[in-house]
């Protein structure tokens, strides 16, 4: 099944279509049974394992993007098939897991609809959802321990949207996307 999300993902044509807006107000935090798309490289495999368990356990449906084993692979197929389920819509949230969390960012940040956040502590989870509006987490599996990952995905899901003053700022960040897009 992950070859089939990944291949699937790799074959797709980039869309150039305007992006659309959150319709009414954002979810304020991850109701139980959101759909939640989870992905990793080998390095981060292990810890996406435990953390897709914990997320079924709470009652999200995990979509798995990938990988399946601890054998080598390029993070940015994993990330943007997470990425890819949450520009389309087929999962509400996306977490994806490797060495060190920053390309698997870099990758996600290039798919339209996607604001993703490395976060490395529950302050950075916290901002990220409370003032960007972030749709992605990334983690980084060689710099955080389990425990750790698992209290920043709990923080993350459960932070509300600030709204309001932020409101402003994320429409700032997708009109530059939208820029981008037309070219």
């Known amino acids: 099944m992950v070859a089939r999300i990944v291949d699937g993902v790799l074959s797709e044509e980039p869309s150039t279509a305007p992006l659309a807006e959150p319709a009414g107000k954002p979810e ?18 292990p810890m996406k394992e435990r953390l897709g368990f914990r ?12 990988t399946d084993s601890s054998k080598s692979v390029d993070y ?28 698997s960012s870099m990758v996600a940040n290039k798919v339209p609809g996607v604001r993703a956040a490395l976060c490395y ?17 990334t983690l980084g599996a060689g710099l955080i321990g389990e425990s750790l990952a698992w209290q920043i ?11 309001d003053r932020h409101a402003r700022r994320v429409e700032k960040i997708m009109e530059i996307e939208r820029r981008y897009l037309k070219a």
Do not use: K, M
């Not at 990330?79 to 390309?103: E, F, K, M, N, P």
């Open 76 to 103: 940015p197929d994993f990330a943007h098939a997470v990425a890819s389920a949450v520009s389309t819509g087929r999962a509400q949230w996306g977490i994806i897991v490797d060495g060190a969390g920053i390309g």
């Open 28 to 45: 304020q935090s991850s109701p139980e049974g959101a759909a939640v798309a989870i992905g990793a490289d080998h390095g981060g495999f």
């Open 55 to 66: 997320l079924r356990e709470q009652g999200h449906d995990v979509l798995d993007c990938g």
């Open 121 to 137: 502590d529950l302050s950075s989870a916290r901002n990220s959802r409370e003032h960007n509006l972030a749709n992605v987490l």
């Open 153 to 163: 995905v709990q923080e993350w899901l459960n932070t509300p949207w600030g709204g």
